[in-house]
C-alpha cells in the first residue's frame, strides 16, 4: 500500500514539516524575500500577512491599503499591502505574492499568554491554493505543488 507521502511525492508535491503549538496552531518556517521567519498556518485567512515591525526585516515595499483587516479578535483595523514579494515554503518557491500588513499584536500577546512564541506572521488559503496545499494532520506536513 503506497503511503500519502509516496504518492504526493510521485505527483511532484514537496513535504514541509508543520509544528503543533501550545495553542493547537500549526506553526511553519518560511522565507520572505530571502528571509526567514516563522508563521502560523491558517486555512481560514483568506490572504497571507504580516505584521507592521516585519517591513524592515522582510525588506517589504509598501502601500496603505483601504482594506480593513478583521479576524478574530480584531475588526478594522488598518492595513498596508506589499505587492511583488518571494515566498519559499520548503523546496517550493512564488514570486510576485502580496501580502497585506497590519497589527499582529493582538495576535502574538495571545501566542504570548499561552506560552507560546510569537510569530512574523500568517500563512493564509491565498498561497495555500497557488501551492495546491494537502495538509497532513496526523503526521504533521503540510504538501505543497512544485
Known amino acids: 500500500m503506497e503511503t500519502l507521502k509516496d504518492f504526493l511525492t510521485h505527483k511532484g508535491y514537496s513535504k514541509v514539516k508543520l509544528k503543533f503549538t501550545k495553542t493547537n496552531h500549526f506553526e511553519i518556517k518560511a522565507s520572505i524575500n530571502g528571509v526567514k521567519g516563522r508563521f502560523i498556518l491558517d486555512t481560514g485567512a483568506s490572504n497571507s500577512c ?8 522582510f525588506n517589504l515595499k509598501v502601500k496603505d491599503s483601504e482594506i480593513k483587516a ?3 479578535g480584531a475588526s478594522d483595523m488598518l492595513t498596508q499591502i506589499s505587492k511583488s514579494n518571494h515566498v519559499k515554503i ?28 510569537p510569530v512574523d506572521g500568517i500563512l493564509g488559503a491565498d498561497l495555500l491554493r497557488k501551492g495546491k496545499a494537502i495538509i497532513d494532520y496526523e503526521k504533521k506536513y503540510l504538501y505543497l505543488k512544485l
Not at 50 to 57: M, S
Request: proline share 3%; hydrophobic share 45%; glycine share 10%.
Open 70 to 72: 478583521v479576524g478574530a
Open 90 to 117: 520548503g523546496k517550493w518557491k512564488k514570486q510576485r505574492v502580496p501580502l497585506i500588513l497590519f497589527n499582529l499584536s493582538h495576535v502574538n500577546n495571545g501566542l504570548i499568554n499561552h506560552n507560546a512564541e
Open 50 to 57: 504580516v505584521g507592521f515591525e516585519a517591513i524592515e526585516h
